[in-house]
């Protein structure tokens, strides 16, 4: 059964990992799909935060659009599917990479995290992208 609109979005809010998937932009070539945290809240736009030089950086670029994709099976099997156009792209603030990293990592592991992940992960980008697709189900209890 396909989920409310308030029920999509609260669903797409949690932190859960999501499968980023976007056009390689080489033919020939399957959508290259990877796992990545994002943020989220209700009616608003869907960012993450990735390295402006990495694949799924450079894909994300030149196609401007992606999509993510979350579910969870326990205590129901659930997942929400978002497609939309890129809207912004900026550079990353220490901010939101704690931010991000709060809503994924125990408090006591984001500073030790945010502290390497500025350091060593290079150049970060916030994309921000505009849901225009949903896809949604609960297939009820496994």
């Known amino acids: 059964m396909a989920l ?3 029920e999509r979005e609260q669903f797409l809010a949690e932190p859960h990992i999501a499968a980023l998937a976007v056009d390689p932009g080489r033919e020939g070539r399957a959508p ?18 990735t390295g402006r030089d990495s694949r799924k950086g ?10 993510l994709m979350v579910d969870r099976v326990s205590p129901t099997v659930r997942y929400v599917s978002v497609e939309g156009p890129v809207v912004k792209t900026a550079p990353a603030t220490r901010e939101q990479l704690v931010e991000i990293s709060a809503r994924y990592l125990p408090a006591e592991k984001v500073d030790a995290y ?12 916030v994309i921000r992208m505009r849901p225009e697709h949903w896809l949604s189900s609960d297939l009820g209890e496994v």
């Open 4 to 6: 409310t609109r308030e």
């Open 58 to 67: 450079v894909a994300i670029a030149a196609a401007g659009r992606f999509s």
């Open 114 to 125: 945010v502290g390497f992940a500025w350091k060593e992960h290079g150049e970060q980008v």
């Open 32 to 49: 290259l799909t990877v796992p990545i945290w994002y943020q989220y809240e209700p009616g608003g736009e869907v960012w993450i935060m």
